[in-house]
């Protein structure tokens, strides 16, 4: 299994973006998929995750409300629709895919800079 995010960039405070995750490969496997970030300096931590049929999700505290994850089972494709961005979000973004037999791939990650 291969995942590529893409959807990064340069953003004000108060901004939207949305960054997309497509996956590929060996994609029956996959069950749960999240999104996970990592600021400079500090360890990478969870910000959303969604079960294998969408019905099931999670956020970190500081998203609580204003991201939003999405996912395309069709087109093997998460999304995180990120809103009100904040300073303290800039960050790489990485996709993760978990297989059922417990593998974990990520993506190589995309930055997400927020200015103030």
């Known amino acids: 299994v291969h995942v590529v995010e893409s959807g990064g960039g340069l953003v004000q405070a108060g901004s939207s973006l949305r960054l997309s995750c497509a996956a590929s490969?060996?994609?029956?496997?996959?069950?749960?998929m999240g999104w996970y970030r990592q600021a400079p300096g500090k360890q990478r931590e969870v910000v959303a995750g969604?079960?294998?049929?969408?019905?099931?999700?999670n956020y970190a505290d500081s998203v609580k409300g204003r991201f939003t994850i999405s996912r395309d089972n069709a087109k093997n494709m998460i999304y995180l629709q990120m809103n009100s961005l904040k300073p303290e979000g800039t960050a790489v973004y990485y996709c993760n895919a978990r297989e059922a037999w417990g593998g974990s791939n990520w993506g190589q990650g995309t930055q997400v800079t927020v200015s103030s």
């Open positions: 490969g060996s994609t029956f496997s996959i069950n749960a």
């Open positions: 969604i079960s294998t049929d969408g019905g099931r999700t």
